[in-house]
């Protein structure tokens, strides 16, 4: 039972170009999301989805897209980055339900847009 | 959602309680206080969550004062591994789709050999 795993571990992009982060859970979990984590702040919500199919906006979506094609999987892509998206991200997953709020993270992607 | 309030820094011996303090004096009837913790480096890690009661798990026991204003998450044994950052956070247990927790910063605890 690997948890919630995310690829790539650290990028380094140019600004302009793009990338995809990939998260994976093998819990079953309904629920996904991607965070921000930079300096001095707490974790923003990017983007979240409660089910395959299904994505919605969080607190900072610009410059983000989604897609939650299956369950298991959640991806976060940048179409053109940003030095301002210099970032920690973070992908968590929790079940449906009274256990909502119980997120399982991975371990994070360091991206630097240079 | 209620705003929580953390002391930015604590200290703490190894093998004593670590006692961290949060004040959510705002908190509705409906919302459940989670704690959270991050440690160097790493993704976030649940740790407990209540709503009026008392709570304890394999991880730390959670105190709710009986007006729910205030709690205090206890590391009975802290060890140097429970070196983090913790988080304190109320959210309302039944939201619908918004699925959102609001992080603040958090106490850096730090234990000490």
């Known amino acids: 039972n690997a948890g919630v795993t995310q690829t790539p571990k650290f990028r380094v992009l140019k600004t302009g170009q793009s990338m995809t982060l990939l998260c994976a859970q093998d819990?079953?979990?309904?629920?996904m999301y991607w965070y921000r984590q930079d300096p001095g702040m707490g974790l923003r919500l990017i983007h979240y989805s409660v089910g395959e199919g299904t994505t919605a906006k969080g607190e900072v979506p610009d410059g983000y897209n989604v897609s939650r094609l299956k369950k298991q999987n959640f991806l976060l892509g940048l179409e053109s980055a940003a030095p301002s998206q210099t970032s920690v991200y973070f992908c968590?997953?929790?079940?449906?339900?009274?256990?909502?709020?119980?997120?399982?993270f991975g371990p994070g992607t360091r991206l630097t847009v240079t | 959602d209620a705003k929580t309030t953390q002391p930015p820094s604590m200290d703490c011996a190894e093998g004593r309680a670590a006692n961290l303090p949060c004040n959510h004096s705002?908190?509705?009837?409906?919302?459940?206080v989670y704690w959270y913790r991050q440690i160097h480096s790493q993704g976030p890690q649940y740790i407990i969550h209540?709503?009026?009661?008392?709570e304890t798990n394999e991880m730390a026991s959670l105190i709710i004062t009986e007006d729910r204003k205030s709690s205090t998450l206890i590391l009975p044994h802290a060890t140097l591994r429970d070196t983090a950052v913790y988080y304190c956070i109320v959210r309302v247990g039944n939201a619908g789709n918004n699925r959102k927790l609001i992080w603040g910063l958090g106490t850096s605890l730090a234990v000490n050999p």
């Open positions: 819990m079953n979990h309904e629920y």
């Open positions: 705002t908190i509705s009837g409906n919302e459940y």
């Open positions: 968590a997953s929790s079940p449906a339900g009274t256990g909502t709020y119980e997120q399982y």
């Open positions: 209540g709503l009026k009661n008392n």
